[in-house]
């Protein structure tokens, strides 16, 4: 039977749709992974073993009997802690929703059950998605699968590193500002964030919703196309939801493994991003290279273009996200649902009941941001900051406009810089901003972004990943260039770049099986 | 750089409802005013010419059919209170009045 934890999730659904493998057997193989790393990895803030056995023998019953079952029924999958489960905790990373078990399930959780996905349990993340290395989360960092001392990027590090450390195959992400694509690429995963509007936000604990999206993390482009296909599609819970009928992404992923499906593809090179400036790591900017002239040797036609704007992306972006996260966390009140703490003195109102909480509730970069967005959108600052930031959004989509005109795809690093250690950049908010320098604009354009491993930086022997964007609702061209990228990329190194991760001390597992000898 | 106050931030933080220790007082006052010092810079290509944009796809008037739904039971919708009393939210006093 092998290892089923190192499977891609197309190949498990392979084995498991031939009856090869059971999905109780993928389940439990992921269950005794999860025991056996996360101790040290910390992906995970719930994991609900039970009833995932309890689902996945479901499906193994209804497979049995000869029901016609989807193309990913049975494969596990780990939910980001953003995400609402009726049946799971569901805390956004803060200690001001610890333990609240929601009365409903996301639009995108639900679509995975009537699949047939098998849920895992919950990812860790930065506390309501505000942060780049988890180490916002009010339940402690995770650690990157590739050197435990290292952040696995954020705010979804969770969900990254647990397909890294291959605890599950498939997870979902949310994407504010590159919460999915910058810890894919930090890494060595794969993740995707949808053109805005193409995957639902219903019960996605809302950041900023104008530019939230929630998308599929995976260890393949075709598995995170298989993912896409479950979970988009309009949805009349959310208002921003958009209508149209999508491609097949799962088909659009095989059209890129074929030969020459590169040929005559235009690809931009944003000359603002492409690593040159300040910030950016020689390896990232080495591999970068190489994989534009692996593109180039691809048939794929180069163009350089130019986004002048996107200097001013990080700057808009944390004014329009504070500004908008502090309207949104405005919910958390003490009353509807989370912590309520009374204050130590004085009269108890509802007003000071809700201060205390909010302080005991709320970690230090969630304030910061809150505060941040108050003053954004106070009277007398409101033009200067606020509405300056709206107009530099506008000037940024121009920017897209344009170089979509002379290119079918754009392509930048993931991330300016590889995994950085953990503690290193926690006292320093302006320096973990600028981590998201290449991925904000597409958020701010609302533009479907793909992050890809391309390699190892020579450096540090860390991985190393690109961005391919598209224009709003193209995202099918994302999978087939990234499947037509990951092809070659794979072909020359003779695997994939995962198997080259640094084995996980299975400390538990050892000590069981020892115990049981 | 621009002048943020420790009573400026005590006052944003009073608007946001959060109580705020004087430690943190003191740090987020020397952070606020780096940053706003930093995204300050938008204001330099935000001219009077260039539109605002609120929204990454515009939609208007999105609206479904007027029929009835089933929403949340009380029992669901309470049941993430801090405190409940029968099928009500409970509450401290709003006004500062004797409960």
């Known amino acids: ?517 | 750089m621009p002048d943020i106050s420790a009573d400026q931030v005590r006052h944003l933080a009073d608007l946001a409802r959060i109580d705020l220790s004087d430690a943190e007082l003191t740090s987020l006052t020397a952070e606020l005013a780096q940053i706003v010092e930093s995204v300050a810079k938008v204001s330099e290509v935000a001219t009077p010419d260039v539109p605002a944009t609120s929204h990454p796809i515009p939609m208007t008037n999105v609206f479904r059919e007027d029929v009835e739904v089933p929403g949340l039971t009380v029992e669901q919708a309470l049941s993430g209170a801090p405190d409940r009393e029968g099928d009500f939210f409970r509450v401290p006093p709003i006004l500062g009045e004797e409960a």
Not at chain 1, 33 to 56: G, N, Q
Not at chain 1, 128 to 140: D, I, K
Not at chain 1, 306 to 333: G, H, K, M, Q, T
Not at chain 1, 402 to 410: G, R
Request: hydrophobic fraction near 45%; charge should be negative.
């Open chain 1, 1 to 517: 039977m092998g290892d089923l934890t190192r499977l891609t999730a197309s190949a498990l659904a392979e084995k498991l749709a031939s009856g090869e493998v059971s999905s109780v057997q993928a389940t439990k193989a992921h269950l005794d992974r999860i025991a056996a790393v996360d101790p040290d990895v910390h992906a995970f803030l719930h994991v609900a073993s039970d009833r995932a056995l309890e689902t996945a023998a479901g499906v193994d019953a209804r497979r049995a009997a000869g029901e016609k079952l989807g193309p990913l029924a049975g494969v596990p999958i780990a939910i980001k802690d953003v995400l609402c489960t009726y049946d799971m905790p569901s805390t956004s990373g803060s200690k001001i929703l610890d333990g609240w078990v929601p009365p409903y399930d996301a639009t995108v959780v639900r679509k995975l059950r009537e699949a047939d996905l098998v849920p895992l349990g919950k990812t860790n993340m930065d506390e309501f998605a505000m942060g780049s290395s988890t180490e916002h989360s009010a339940f402690g960092p995770t650690h990157n699968p590739w050197d435990l001392e290292r952040i696995p990027g954020g705010s979804g590090g969770g969900s990254a590193a647990a397909v890294a450390s291959f605890e599950a195959p498939l997870a979902l992400g949310s994407d504010t500002g590159g919460s999915i694509r910058q810890p894919a690429a930090v890494t060595g995963s794969v993740g995707v964030k949808p053109t805005y509007g193409g995957v639902s936000r219903y019960g996605a604990i809302a950041l900023a919703s104008s530019l939230d999206q929630v998308g599929p993390v995976s260890r393949s482009v075709l598995d995170a196309a298989l993912l896409h296909d479950v979970i988009a599609g309009h949805d009349p819970l959310d208002s921003t939801s958009l209508t149209e009928q999508w491609p097949s992404m799962t088909d659009a992923a095989r059209q890129g493994l074929k030969d020459d499906a590169l040929k005559g593809v235009r690809v931009g090179v944003v000359k603002e991003i492409s690593g040159r400036g300040d910030g950016f790591q020689p390896g990232v900017k080495q591999r970068f290279d190489e994989t534009v002239q692996l593109l180039t040797a691809a048939g794929a036609e180069i163009v350089e273009v130019s986004a002048p704007s996107f200097e001013y992306a990080v700057a808009a972006y944390y004014l329009i996200l504070p500004a908008e996260a502090s309207s949104n966390l405005a919910r958390f009140d003490s009353v509807r649902f989370g912590l309520r703490v009374t204050p130590q003195s004085g009269p108890v109102t509802s007003e000071r009941v809700m201060a205390a909480t909010r302080d005991a509730g709320f970690g230090l970069e969630v304030k910061r941001r809150i505060i941040l967005g108050t003053y954004a959108l106070s009277a007398g600052y409101y033009d200067a900051y606020y509405g300056s930031a709206q107009k530099v959004r506008t000037l940024i989509q121009r920017d897209f406009a344009a170089a979509f005109d002379k290119a079918d795809v754009l392509i930048s690093p993931a991330a300016p810089t590889t995994a950085f250690k953990l503690g290193e950049k926690i006292d320093d908010p302006l320096a973990m901003y600028l981590n998201d320098v290449t991925t904000i604009p597409a958020n701010l354009a609302g533009v479907p972004g793909l992050a890809l491993p391309v390699g190892l930086a020579p450096e540090d022997g860390l991985p190393v990943g690109v961005q391919i964007m598209a224009p709003a609702r193209a995202d099918a061209r994302l999978y087939t260039v990234g499947a037509a990228l990951e092809r070659l990329l794979e072909a020359g190194w003779g695997h994939p770049l995962l198997s080259r991760a640094p084995a996980l001390a299975e400390t538990e597992m050892f000590a069981s099986e020892e115990g049981a000898v």
